[in-house]
Structures are given as C-alpha cells and as structure tokens.
C-alpha cells in the first residue's frame, strides 16, 4: 500500500476515536453523577427546606436552592428579554443594513458573551455595593440578567436576521411604520426565541460564580426581593465540601436534579425550534 | 373728515386682519395639536415609531458600553490597590499576605496558565480531529446525531464537571496515573483541572472549526481530489491550510473560556497558593481564588481590591483574546458572503 493511503488511514481511525471519546463524554458525565446521586435522592430532597444539623447530616431537603434558581432564573430571563429584544429590533429593523452600531452591538455581546461569569459577579458585587444593596434576590437577578443579556441577544438576532426582507417591505408597502414592521418579524421569529430563552434559562439555572457574590446563601425560602437566595449549583458546592458522607451524598443527589432541570431544558429547546418552526415561510 | 373715516377704516381693517392674523395662528396651533395629539390613527403610529426608535437606541447603546462600563467599575475598585502597589510588583511577586497587604498574583497567574495551557493541549487535536472528521468523512446521519450530543454537552453548568472531576478524574489522578511519576499527590491537581476544562471547551472548539470548514468552497476541494490527492492530504494541504485563521481564533477562544472559569476549576485543583512544579501539583487560578475569599473580602483591608484587580486582570485579557478571535472570525465571515 502506498504510504499516504496508510496516513489517510491512520487519521480516519484517530479522527472516529477522538469523536467517540468527544460524544461519550456526556454519557460519562451523565452515568457517573446518576449513579452516584440516585441512591441519596428522595423525596425529602425536593419538598422540604434544610432543617436544623442539615449540614452535619441531618434530615431536610434542598428546596430552598431549587426555588431560589427558579426566582433568579425566571426573574432574570424575563428582565433580560425586556431588554435584549429592543436591542434586536434597534439593530435589524430600525438601523439601516449593515450599519455601523448593528456590527458594534454584535460584535459588543459577542465579546460580553466570552466574559467568564466570575467577572460579571465581581461587576455585579461592584454595582450592589455603589447602589447600597445587600447580597440579595435583586442582586442576584440584576447579575445573572447582565450575563444573560449577550445569550439573549446573539441567539434571537441570529433568528431575526435571516426572516426574509420581503416580509418588512409588505408591510412598508401597506403604510406601515417600522414598529409595526418589527411586530409581524418577531411573530415570525418566535421559535428561535423561545430557543433563546431556554438557552438562557439553562446558562442561568447552572451558572454558579455568578450568584456567589450577590445573591448570597440561606436556609429559607425568600419572600421578597431583598432576602438572599440560595441557588442550586451553589447548594452542590456547599455540600461537597462538607467532610461528612452523607451531605456529601446529598451533593450527589441535587447534581442529579440539576442534570435532569438542564437536561430537560436543553432537549426542549431543541425540539421547540424543530416543532414550532413548521409554520415558517 | 375723510381722513377721519378713514382712519377709522383703517383701524377696523387693522382690527379685522389682526383677527385674521389670531385666527390663522390659533388654526395652525390647533393643526399643530391635531398632529402632536389628535387620536387620528396615522400620526399616533409615526410618534410610536418615533418613540420606539429612540428608546431601542438607548437600549442598544447601552448594551455596546457595557464592555466600558465593567471594565471602569472594576478598575474604580482596584484604584485603592493599584495606589499603594506597583503593577510589576503586583503581577510578578509571589507573596501573598492579605493581613499584610502584600499581594502578588504571579502564583495565581501561573496556575491559571498552566491549567488553561494542559486543557488547550488535550482539547484542541481531539476536537480538531472530530471536526474534521464531522465536517469532511462524516455521513449526514452520523453529524446530526453527535452533534446534538456535543451541544448537550455545552449545556451542562460547570458545577457539575466539577463535582464529575471530583468523582472521576481526581482519584483517577491519584491512584492510576500520578503513582508512575510522582511519589505522592492528592489528586487534587493542575492536571485535573485541565482534563476536565478541556472537556468543558470541546464544544466550543468543534462548532467554530466546523463553521469554519464549511464556509470553504467545495471547489477548493474538487480541484484537489481531482489532481489524485486523497482526502486526507485535500485536508492536510487544502482545508487546514485555508482555515488557519479560523482554527486560531477558535483557540484563543477556547483560551479565554478556559482562563475565565471558576466553580469547577475551583473544585478539582487544590486550591494551594504555590507555583506547581510538576502537572500533579495543585495550583490555584485566579478565578478561583475571587471565588474562594469573598467571605473574607469584606473584612480585611485592601483584600477587596485585591480581589476585584483579579477580576479586572481577568477582564482585559479575555477582553483581548476575546476581541482578536471575534474579529478574526467577523473577517472570515466578511469574505465568504
């Protein structure tokens, strides 16, 4: 055999076993932590706040941190949409194409996109110590909303981009302002936002560094705004480095909670941009 | 007497057109209300429009200073650390006293470094290699079903490849791989953080350098097959080639992620303030240690500071490398269309 047809057989067969590795890491990653944590899960785990000695084992649960990720998420997402769609709409119908501050505005949250989220905490502790804040709920979704806000805008404006233009001008073509021009591209785009947002509802529900600073950690539920909040990746952390076994595997058992929350909202991210954009043009 | 009349007329005249004059401009101030606030459906929508438009614009604003704002608020933090410490002094010494303001981030530094620079050489030929194969040998069926999984992949919050590094790669480390070298460790180690930041930036090296491959033109290709060269030297020769920039700016991507991040590096490597000998040393980046002492940030002086300058190091050379590969990669998209 030729000595290059040998190479181009060594790399098929080194190009088939790193791509096997690659895919069956999240298989490794998955089985590892079920089958750690799914002999500690209970019942007890999702229903119930930590009762008193929780940290040196004793019994309760972690709803807390699941209701506290839920507030910060949903609370974050929502403000973040308020602002990330005026940003879209700016820059595809109100900027002229291909304009200069359409190029910035991607290239900006490409940018604060690659931001490590321990930074947005440290910005975000920087804020709530100049507007007068305590380690709170609010600062907690202030945070996590700035981290989330660059997901929010890359993901909807790669949707809203490739509507076709023809659409925008039937609308010109009728007498229609651009505001109204944007309504009718939103309605077309709404599967790729209802991807962007579950995107970014699985960054925010996972994302840790984030909240450490602001939103702090507590045992109760919060009722409003200016409690702190525990959070559910912070909640694993704490627990693993505890020395004693069974908080340790109470770690495992909320990491296999928060596998499944990411995993759902993944697949349901993937199948809403499949199923809802059926009806596109 | 005429002249009287006429003066009179003249008054009147005068009288009646300064009433023309009141009536003209209290029409013109009512054609001005029916525009400003006339509930007439079509300058109603063209002030909405207008409202929209300047609103959306601040908003937009807004977002591109963000990278200023950050970048200032941190830096206002760090004035205090920055006035009593030189930058050199701060970046290459290695003692790190918080209660005796001495602070200096080079050990920090350098177990980042090492960290990012272990993920980087085990990621990027995997991830090389798998792209190449997805986007070159591979069958539509095959793509579309790794793919997805490669995207899961990227979805999982790092807390959880921390708490796996700690199940899997940390006693791996300790009993199968570190004994053949060295004579003890804890696991706990730069090594260990780098496995799994490489796992952790698999992802996103595959998806830029698939982007990337598949925005060459197939005739490039043919034009290779079809001299005799096999698909593999098309590759080496042709596609490798043409997409160089496109598999750096891929890199120093993957770089800045890797740099930037925290819980899980923080949960596998140690955590000792030392500069690592070999890869089974623990270390401590600087990403971790933000994390690990905000508790005490408050209470020690200057501590704060010195924390919030480690969050700003981290923000301009990400900041950079972030810059450097987006424009790189705005280019390559610029000459494909």
């Known amino acids: 055999m030729e000595i290059r047809k040998i190479e181009e057989n060594i790399f098929r067969f080194l190009m088939i076993l790193s791509t096997i590795i690659i895919s069956s890491t999240l298989f490794m990653i998955v089985y590892t932590l079920f089958s750690k944590g799914f002999g500690s899960l209970s019942w007890d785990m999702i229903s119930k706040i930590p009762e008193g000695g929780f940290y040196i084992g004793k019994g309760g649960g972690i709803l807390n941190a699941i209701v506290g990720s839920i507030y910060i998420t949903l609370g974050s997402t929502f403000l973040g949409l308020l602002v990330s769609l005026p940003i879209v709409i700016y820059i595809n119908v109100y900027a002229k194409r291909n304009a200069t501050i359409a190029t910035l505005t991607r290239l900006s949250s490409d940018i604060l996109f690659g931001i490590p989220s321990i930074v947005y905490g440290a910005f975000g502790f920087t804020i709530m110590v100049y507007m007068g804040l305590k380690t709170s709920l609010l600062a907690g979704i202030i945070t996590v909303t700035l981290m989330i806000i660059p997901i929010l805008v890359r993901a909807i404006d790669e949707v809203v981009r490739v509507v076709p233009e023809d659409m925008s001008n039937a609308v010109f073509a009728l007498g229609g302002t651009r505001y109204e021009s944007a309504k009718i591209i939103l309605r077309q785009s709404i599967p790729g936002i209802v991807t962007a947002i579950l995107l970014s509802f699985g960054r925010a529900i996972g994302d840790a560094a984030c909240v450490l600073f602001t939103a702090g950690f507590t045992d109760s539920i919060p009722t409003s705004l200016e409690q702190p909040a525990a959070t559910l990746p912070l909640s694993i952390f704490f627990q693993l480095s505890s020395p004693i076994q069974e908080v340790q595997n109470r770690a495992y058992a909320a990491a296999v909670i928060l596998t499944i929350i990411v995993l759902i909202i993944n697949i349901a991210a993937k199948t809403a941009s499949k199923n809802l954009s059926k009806n596109k043009i | ?337």
């Open chain 2, 1 to 337: 007497m005429p002249t009287s009349t006429n003066t009179i007329r003249l008054r009147s005249l005068n009288k009646k057109s300064t009433q023309k004059q009141l009536l003209k401009v209290m029409r013109s101030f009512q054609k001005f209300c029916r525009v400003a606030f006339s509930p007439t459906v079509k300058n109603k929508r063209l002030l909405k429009d207008r409202f929209v438009n300047k609103t959306f614009l601040a908003f937009t604003l807004l977002s591109i200073s963000m990278v200023v704002l950050i970048a200032i608020g941190l830096f206002y933090k760090s004035i205090p650390l920055l006035d009593s410490t030189s930058l050199s002094n701060l970046l290459l010494s290695s003692e790190w006293k918080p209660f005796k303001e001495a602070f200096g981030f080079y050990s920090f530094i350098v177990g980042t470094l090492w960290v990012t620079a272990i993920s980087i050489i085990i990621a990027l030929p995997l991830s090389l290699l798998t792209g190449i194969y997805l986007s070159e040998y591979a069958h539509v069926r095959v793509r579309k079903l790794v793919l997805p999984l490669i995207e899961l992949l990227s979805g999982i919050p790092p807390v959880l490849y921390g708490v796996w590094g700690v199940l899997v790669i940390v006693p791996l480390i300790q009993d199968r791989i570190a004994p053949h070298f060295v004579e003890f460790t804890t696991g706990y180690s730069v090594l260990a953080g780098g496995v799994v930041l490489a796992i952790m930036i698999f992802p996103l090296i595959i998806s830029i350098i698939i982007e990337v491959f598949d925005n060459i033109p197939q005739d490039l290709r043919n034009a290779s097959l079809s001299l005799g060269a096999t698909q593999w030297q098309t590759i080496k020769k042709v596609v490798l080639r043409k997409s160089f920039d496109g598999i750096i700016a891929a890199v120093v991507l993957a770089i800045s992620r890797a740099f930037g991040e925290t819980i899980a590096v923080l949960m596998v490597c140690g955590n000792l303030a030392q500069i690592p000998q070999t890869v089974f040393d623990s270390g401590y980046p600087l990403p971790a240690l933000i994390a690990n002492n905000y508790g005490e940030m408050m209470s020690i002086p200057m501590y704060d500071s010195a924390l919030m300058f480690a969050a700003l190091l981290l923000f301009v050379i990400i900041f950079l490398f972030n810059t450097i590969s987006r424009v790189i990669l705005y280019r390559i998209e610029k000459r494909n269309t």
